[in-house]
């Protein structure tokens, strides 16, 4: 079982979601807790998407959230990095998506993990 590790980064994003959709917090905890790398999507160097789904919305996974998750060191972390709302946007760019790493990079290097 792998530990998580929640980072200001990823946390404020976290924060502004949860006014809208009281659940989510909770569906992020579980999703996190039962992680199977072989079971989600692999985007590239120790990066996984993760379909989530949760009670505020009745569409299922399809039209929900999409959480972006980092996998460190042969799977001991796991550190979220970034959240979305798939009915908001249909994807995130590779770009954005190395924005939002390169920050979490930044405070794990801060944090000495």
């Known amino acids: 079982m792998s530990q998580f590790i929640i980072l200001p980064h990823f946390y404020r ?3 502004q979601l949860v006014k809208k959709y009281r ?3 909770a569906a992020v905890i579980e999703v996190l ?3 199977d790398k072989n079971k989600q999507t692999h985007l590239g160097q120790n990066v996984f998407k993760i ?3 949760t009670k505020d919305i009745s569409r299922g996974k399809s039209k929900s959230f999409r959480l972006i998750v980092l996998v460190v060191e042969s ?3 796991l550190v979220p990095i970034t959240i979305y709302f798939k009915g908001d946007r249909e994807d995130i760019s590779p770009k954005e998506l190395n924005i939002h790493l390169e920050s979490i990079l930044l405070e ?3 944090q000495n993990l």
Do not use: A, D, P
Request: hydrophobic share 35%; net charge positive.
């Open 13 to 15: 994003q976290l924060k």
């Open 23 to 25: 659940h989510l917090k």
């Open 33 to 35: 807790e039962n992680f």
């Open 51 to 53: 379909r989530l789904r």
């Open 75 to 77: 799977g001991i972390y």
């Open 108 to 110: 794990l290097r801060s």
